[in-house]
Each structure stands twice: as C-alpha cells, then as structure tokens.
C-alpha cells in the first residue's frame, strides 16, 4: 500500500514549477510540398530502467494551504497542485523492440497525416551532426544528416528522442473547509504520465538548406492504469506538432 506522511513545517513552503523544453523555428518561406521526403531517427532512449515496485519511494506531501489564497467569503481557493513526482517504468511487452515500435508508429501518423512519398529509417548516433541554435533565448543542439543525397527532396531527422513514464501525486482541496475553520481539507490522487521528447529539423536536400527545426515535448497524465495506447498517442501528438503548419502536412 502507498504511505503519504504529511510533514508540517514551521516556515513557509515554496512551490518549484517545472516548465516546458518546446521550442520551435518554422520557415516561412518553405511552401513548396516536396514530391519525396527521407525520414530519420536515432535509437530511443527509454530514461526510466527499472520497474519501481509500489512501495519503493514514500511520498512526502507539504501542507500547500499556507500558500493558498482565500475569497471574500474568508473560504480557501485552494485548487490543486503537484507536490511530488517519481520515475516508474511503465511500458507494454509490444515495445521492448523498440526502434521496430518507433519506426511503424511515426510511420503510422506520417501515413495518414501527409501525402508525400517518404522512406523512414533508424540510422546511428555517427551519422548525424550537429550544430548550436539559439532560439528564444535558449541555445538548442539541432540535428543534420552527415550526408543527403538527392534522392529525396526533403530530410527530416528526429534525434535525441527520449522517453520516459513517472507519477504524479496531486493535491486538491476537498471542499470541505469552513469559514471558521478556512485550512483546507486535502485529498490525492496519484496520475500517471508518459513523455517523450525529440528534437528535429527539416532540410532541403539539394540545398543543404535547414528550415524548420525545434526539440519538442509532449505527455500525458491520467489517473487510470498506463497501456500502449497512451505512449502511441504522444508520439503521434509529437509528430503531428513537428510537422503541423508545414508542406508535410499539405493535401
């Protein structure tokens, strides 16, 4: 069984909000549909190595009320928050091959989601370089294919693809505080999450020109149990975000 212990302390508590790492660059003088397309990627790395069993970490919850803000009636607004976060690996038995997983489920949404002719391919870690981008104040490592040949109009390389499943424990004002007694009643509740992050770029071939390029993170948080569906539809959402607004994504 999972252990909360509720620890309160004697100063006040502070918040540390984790803030997203999507950073994006679209060219907007791309708006020729390529007839053709290469696509590749590098080995996924899955961060989380071992199964945590249910009682491997206790959680430790601070009493956020000290911090929450009351209406005019004196009652606490108290809306919920994440106080913790654990690793736990969290994957179906269908993707321990992972790069054969990867590969038939970017193919699945490039299938269905663009009209260009593509090839897809897991290349390695040596075929790639790279260079430095600063993008919104925030320097970015933005991959490109040692070599392009000009088979294909379009290359569009996804590198740095990281994956990852954790736990969320949220608290949330359970509603049952009273003007006379304003500190909030707590409840939790335990969601669990998957993640995966990539970054990428689109270059013309015969050019060498680079257009658009980013490193993108998508996830997803649900109370219920965690299957293969919820992994296929991040990376779908992942894919889907890299090439949305582009000729890709023209019919």
């Known amino acids: 069984m999972r252990l909360v212990k509720l620890m309160i302390p004697m100063v006040l508590a502070t918040a540390i909000l984790g803030c997203s790492g999507t950073k994006q660059h679209k060219d907007a003088s ?11 990627f590098t080995e996924p ?3 989380n190595k071992e199964k945590d069993s249910e009682d491997s970490k206790e959680w430790t919850v601070f009493p956020w009320f000290y911090t929450s803000a009351n209406d005019a009636s004196g009652m606490s607004t108290f809306s919920e928050k994440t106080v913790d976060s654990r690793d736990t690996l969290m994957m179906s038995e269908n993707m321990e091959k992972m790069k054969e997983w990867f590969s038939s489920n970017v193919d699945n949404t490039l299938k269905f989601n663009s009209n260009v002719h593509y090839k897809l391919d897991c290349i390695s870690k040596d075929r790639v370089t790279y260079s430095v981008e600063v993008l919104d104040g925030d320097s970015l490592r933005v991959p490109k294919p040692v070599s392009m040949s000009d088979g294909a109009e379009v290359y569009f390389v996804l ?6 499943s954790y736990q969320n424990l949220n608290l949330y004002n359970s509603g ?11 409840g939790y509740r335990t969601n669990n999450c998957v993640k995966i992050s990539a970054s990428y770029a689109f270059y013309d071939a015969k050019a060498g020109k680079r257009m658009d390029f980013g490193r993108l993170d998508e996830d997803q948080c649900s109370k219920e149990r965690v299957i293969e569906h919820d992994w296929v539809n991040v990376l779908r959402e992942l894919i889907l975000h890299m090439i949305e607004k582009t000729p890709i994504a023209q019919f």
């Open 176 to 186: 049952l505080s009273t003007p006379a007694f304003p500190i909030p009643v707590m």
């Open 45 to 47: 790395v899955v961060l």
């Open 30 to 40: 791309w708006t020729q549909k390529p007839a053709s397309m290469n696509v590749l």
């Open 159 to 164: 590198d740095s693809i990281e994956m990852k």
